[in-house]
């Protein structure tokens, strides 16, 4: 059974980081593409980061480039967000999904002064 569980949300000041983390299992963890979503207060979905099976190639939503890294230990079967120099308007809850479309719980992110 695939099992996803995200951690390192709460609550941040602006300008603050925090690492999200997603424990994932059931699955072979090192052969999936792996993404970071999040959900606004009153808005959509939306992508914010992707890293390949290896690794080796990233991809972000141009309003977190520069600020945000995904990564990954495939390992620890565990895929990580650094957010730094973080925004109100990256408060959101903050989702892992599998490739094949598995979703985890989500973790709140509140940055606020």
């Known amino acids: 059974q695939v099992q996803l569980v995200e951690s390192g949300g709460g609550l941040v000041q602006p300008g603050g980081s925090l690492r999200l983390s997603c424990a994932a299992s059931g699955f072979t963890f090192g052969r999936y593409i792996m993404s970071w979503y999040r959900r606004a207060p009153g808005k959509e979905r939306e992508l914010v980061a992707s890293?390949?099976?290896?690794?080796?190639?990233?991809n972000y939503v141009e309003s977190v480039k520069g600020r945000f890294t995904i990564s990954r230990d495939n390992a620890k079967n565990t895929v990580y967000l650094q957010m730094n120099s973080l925004k109100p308007e990256d408060t959101a809850v903050y989702y892992c999904?599998?490739?094949?479309?598995?979703w985890g719980q989500g973790t709140p992110v509140t940055v606020s002064s």
């Open positions: 890293i390949s099976a290896a690794g080796g190639s990233t």
């Open positions: 999904k599998t490739e094949f479309g598995s």
